[in-house]
């Protein structure tokens, strides 16, 4: 079984960054980095009336390094407070970031999101809401300078951009598919 002989904290800010000495089980030793920020909770909230989900764009600072424009179209998307629950987290962040009330949350099934670096495991939720759920513009919590945008698009929309290849965000893909599986009829 590997076993981590030390680690040695690089940067302790937002996210805690590690170099990790490993023994592994053949009894080579080796380092790895590892980040570190906790579990986050994550949900697509839809609309079965209208047959719209709602999003999210902001600007993500990898992916302009990484050569995009830094705007990314994701699904809502949260870290776990201390003490919190997914749920509670799930519902959080869907009111600063996209100002709406949610109440029941259909678990989609909880991930590792690339664990060859992070400790990072995701919650995923579908919820439904409706018109009146939303009670407040969105954006992001104060002081967090997140700048969003909500976006609402029609399910059609996104199961087309899905089928196209176009959803850039791993959140929100795994999210639509499994809408799509649990309720084909919204995206006809």
């Given at each position: 079984?590997?076993?981590?002989?030390?680690?040695?904290v690089k940067d302790d800010s937002w996210a805690t960054f590690?170099?990790?000495?490993?023994?592994?089980?053949?009894?080579?030793?080796?380092?790895?980095?590892?980040?570190?920020?906790?579990?986050?909770?994550?949900?697509?909230?839809?609309?079965?009336?209208?047959?719209?989900?709602l999003l999210v764009q902001l600007f993500r600072a990898p992916g302009l390094y990484a050569g995009g424009s830094g705007?990314?179209?994701?699904?809502?998307?949260?870290?776990?407070?201390?003490?919190e629950t997914a749920k509670v987290a799930a519902r959080r962040e869907a009111m600063e970031e996209a100002g709406v009330r949610l109440d029941a949350l259909e678990f989609v099934g909880e991930v590792w999101t690339t664990p060859g670096i992070s400790t990072e495991r995701m919650s995923l939720y579908l919820a439904p809401y409706a018109a009146a759920d939303r009670v407040s513009a969105g954006g992001g919590a104060e002081g967090e300078h997140e700048n969003?945008?909500?976006?609402?698009?029609?399910?059609?929309?996104?199961?087309?951009?899905?089928?196209?290849?176009?959803?850039?965000?791993?959140?929100?893909?795994v999210l639509i598919q499994?809408?799509?599986?649990?309720?084909p009829e919204l995206f006809a």
């Open positions: 079984m590997a076993t981590i002989l030390r680690t040695e590690l170099r990790a000495e490993v023994r592994l089980d053949d009894g080579t030793v080796v380092w790895r980095q590892i980040e570190d920020h906790g579990r986050a909770a994550v949900v697509l909230p839809y609309d079965p009336q209208r047959r719209t989900g705007l990314m179209v994701e699904a809502i998307a949260g870290i776990i407070d201390e003490g969003i945008t909500v976006l609402e698009r029609p399910l059609a929309e996104l199961g087309a951009e899905l089928e196209a290849g176009r959803v850039g965000d791993m959140k929100l893909l499994a809408l799509r599986l649990r309720r």
